[in-house]
């Protein structure tokens, strides 16, 4: 009797469970951020800002990297977008001891842009084969005053990498998978200014002189002084004061004598 009521029991409890979970477990996997149709898989990765790899949004990115690197991104960013970067990064088990992995983004300023929600620094144990990382931006705005940090149009980088693990383990093989995702049409939400220009860092600043541009303005230089220099002698405030004193002592002189000498007599 005691028996049939406790299997009575745990088949109530198992066909009670599904609605006892929380909603958030019942959650449809394909509201996930998805890759776009037809994307072409990126797998290289940037070591700095200035060689971020350049991806879209919806474009997955699948890479073979080390414990230790620091891996950049970028991608482009329209005003009324909310861009949302997830990334997973796999290692192999029984590691030394635990890691903590972080996701920042950063505008076309290089200011770190602050996530509204996901995991941005998760730590794992050491026995963990796997790690989730999340960044929701808040929405690109079309315009902002300059000393706020607010999101801008522009080239937005991501950066990924480990901020705390133990020595022995650098080094180790890693899997990333990274993806953003863009909600909104871009189109620019009610505002009352628009940015002039995208915020886009300027990575060709100047060119490389060779040896025979910076020969030239010496060389120009050299004619336009038509040896003047070997002739005169550098002028400094030594010899402009010795050339005042003398003048002022010439004329002092005259001046005394005009008034000390005696009138002569007829």
Same mark, same amino acid.
């Given at each position: ?13 198992? @066909? +009670?469970?599904? %609605? &006892?979970?929380? *909603?958030?477990?019942?959650?449809? #996997?394909? $509201?996930? !951020? ?93 026995? @963990? +084969?796997?790690? %989730? &990382?999340?960044? *929701?931006?808040?929405?690109?705005? #079309?315009? $902002?005053? !300059? ?120």
């Amino acid at each position: 009797m005691r028996t049939a009521l406790i299997r009575s029991l745990a088949a109530l409890v198992a @066909a +009670a469970g599904p %609605a &006892l979970l929380p *909603t958030a477990a019942l959650a449809d #996997p394909s $509201a996930a !951020p998805t890759p776009s149709p037809g994307a072409t898989t990126v797998t290289r990765a940037g070591t700095s800002f200035l060689t971020a790899t350049a991806i879209t949004a919806g474009q997955p990115v699948r890479v073979a990297a080390s414990t230790g690197d620091h891996l950049y991104w970028s991608y482009p960013a329209t005003a009324g977008q909310v861009h949302d970067i997830t990334a997973a990064v796999a290692f192999p088990r029984n590691r030394s001891g635990a890691a903590t992995w972080t996701l920042d983004v950063f505008d076309g300023l290089r200011r770190r842009q602050a996530c509204t929600a996901g995991a941005q620094t998760p730590t794992v144990d050491a026995t @963990a +084969a796997r790690v %989730a &990382l999340g960044c *929701t931006l808040r929405e690109v705005r #079309p315009w $902002a005053e !300059p000393w706020s940090a607010d999101p801008l149009p522009g080239t937005y980088f991501v950066r990924l990498s480990v901020v705390d693990v133990p020595e022995p383990d650098l080094g180790a093989p890693i899997e990333v998978e990274l993806l953003v995702s863009a909600d909104g049409d871009g189109g620019a939400p009610a505002d009352d200014g628009e940015l002039a220009a995208p915020l886009v860092p300027n990575t060709q600043a100047g060119a490389v002189l060779t040896d025979d541009a910076l020969a030239a303005p010496a060389d120009d230089a050299a004619e336009e002084s038509g040896g003047l220099d070997e002739l005169l002698p550098a002028l400094g405030s030594r010899w402009i004061w010795t050339t005042a004193g003398g003048i002022l002592a010439a004329v002092a002189g005259v001046v005394g004598f005009a008034l000390t000498r005696r009138p002569r007599r007829g």
